[in-house]
Every structure is written in C-alpha cells, then in structure tokens.
C-alpha cells in the first residue's frame, strides 16, 4: 500500500526542473509548420501583463489560436525560470513600456534577451514594442529601455488623433518575409503611436509605413540569431468583430483583418531563426510556482487513510532534507 501511494504522489507532482541556460541540444535546425500555412505544431508564449494588457492579451490568444498554435500564457515568474524555452514564439501585449519592463524586472528582461538571441522570435505591440527599442522620446521626454532588441528610437507620431483609425503601406519589396501578395495597404487601429528609427550600424527590415507620413509603422530585425518584429499600431483587434474574443475598439469600422498578415510575418520569423523548443528537454510547467506544483494530492488521504498520513511524512521529511 505504501509503494503505491508513493508511486501516485510521484506521478501527482509536475517537473519544475530550470535553469537559465537551454539544454544544448535546442540549436538543431527549425523546421517549419506541419502543413506549412498556419502555425500548427508551433508554441507561442504571451505575457499576462497586467490590467491595461487584458483585452491586448485576449485578442493575441485569441489570433494565434486562429493560427492553430499552441498558446501559453506566462506570467514573470515562469519568463525568470525558463519556460520561454518551451515555445519558439513569444508575444508582449500592450501596455506601458516602464510598467511592462518593471514588471518583468531586470532577471525577466534578461531571459527574453537570452532566449532570443539563441534563436527566439518576439512579437510587439504598441508598448512592448517601443519597449524593444533602445531609446523612446515620447511626450517631450527620452526613455531608455532596458529590454532593447533593436538599437535606434521610437519617436511619437504627432500628426495624429490619440485614438483612430488610418493606413498603412505595406512593404511589398520588403527583404524580410515575403510580402508580395499582401495588399498595398492595410487599416489599422493608431492609438497615440510611434515611429522607428535604427540607430547607425542597426539592421531593420521595414514592413510597414504610415501612409500618411511615410514613416516606418512596423519593423522587423534580428537580434543574436532570434529575430524581432515589433508594431506600433494595433494589428490583434478585430475592430468590428468578434473572433477576437473582446469588445474592445468595436465600435470602430475596419474593412479589413491583419490577421492573415500576420500569420505570414509569424512564420517568417519563426522559419528564419534556429528551433529553441523542446518541451522533452524542458518540462516547466506555464503558470505556476513551486509552491503550487507541490500542493499534495489529497485524494491519497481518503484512499491511504492513516497510511497515507504516514507516506506524506516521510515524504515531507525526504523533501525538507533534499
């Protein structure tokens, strides 16, 4: 009876096993989709974020489940103890960029920085996108990030209403993703947005101007041997209908979905990068805590009895000494 209730409390307990480097066996070649249109077989990981992230985060789920990947949702916590290295894609919502980066602190920061540049590929929106870029000047002020994929900065579009709908051309000569069946223009949600510029010595592959200004809207780069695409307008809301999973910005007219766009641009980084998942070799488990993975399956109790009492002691007991 003992070994047996010991043998269910094993199974019962999740691997938590981490580190901050990847098993050395995640540099193999990538291959692409199963089928080689949608995302299937492929992990995506977004942050949780916070309060202003919900519906951003939402609408990402919610798309890259249109795409058939697998999507997982990471809190700081899981980022610092490696469960990037569980999906070849990872995506920041919107929000704040000092907010997003202070709650990611310095040792998350530093995870994304290492698992891109062994081969990830990371999506931005609006905040986190301007996050991914070394320097802001935005409102009358510079910020530097910390995160910093991309050396260069974002600067704030001022021609603009704070919140509205426009246009932008897309870059179908692009030398990045293969954009030449995409249509020239996209309607897109602004919301007090930016424009990037690379630094000197900085490589950007440019999808995406505003129409209004000709200035890059969206952008693309490598990092290490990862790659970035970051977009300061909206591309995950469906503005005026519903697969996106929230209300958000419904009451605005869009006539047509960025969705399709970006299941071409999500492949190409993903394709253009080194495979970095291996959920054999790093079984983290998204979403918890060590404390959480060693909550005890009580149900031993009503099987074991005084029993099982005494198995969970001497468990305990092993545990405390390990």
Known sequence: MIVILF???????????????????????????????????IRVGIYEGYY????????????FEWMNATVNVFNSTDIINGSLWSCELFAIPEGLGPTLESRLTPDGLQAIREWVAAGGSYIGVRGSA??????????GSYTEFNLALIEGTSYEITEMEPLEMTNVSINRACVGPDLSEMPSNLSVLFETGRY???AEGQELIFIANYTHVGLPAMVASYYGEGTV??????????????RDGTEYYDRYDDPDSEWPFMLTIS???????????????????????????????????????GVGIAVILVIAIYIRRK
């Open 267 to 305: 492949r190409w980084l993903i394709e253009s990068s080194p495979t970095v998942c291996n959920i054999t070799e790093w079984p983290y488990t998204p979403s918890t805590t060590p404390e959480e993975n060693l909550k005890f399956p009580f149900e031993i109790l009503l099987v074991g009895g």
């Open 229 to 242: 695409f970051i977009s300061s307008p909206h591309f995950e809301y469906e503005e005026d209908g519903d």
């Open 7 to 41: 043998v269910l409390f094993v199974n019962s307990v999740p691997n938590i096993t981490s580190s901050a480097n990847p098993p050395p066996t995640l540099r193999a070649a990538h291959s692409t989709t199963e089928n080689g249109i949608d995302l299937t077989g």
């Open 52 to 63: 202003r992230s919900e519906a951003s985060r939402t609408a990402l789920i919610s798309m």
């Open 130 to 139: 301007a996050m991914a870029v070394r320097y802001s000047y935005f409102e």
């Open 196 to 198: 990037i510029l690379p």
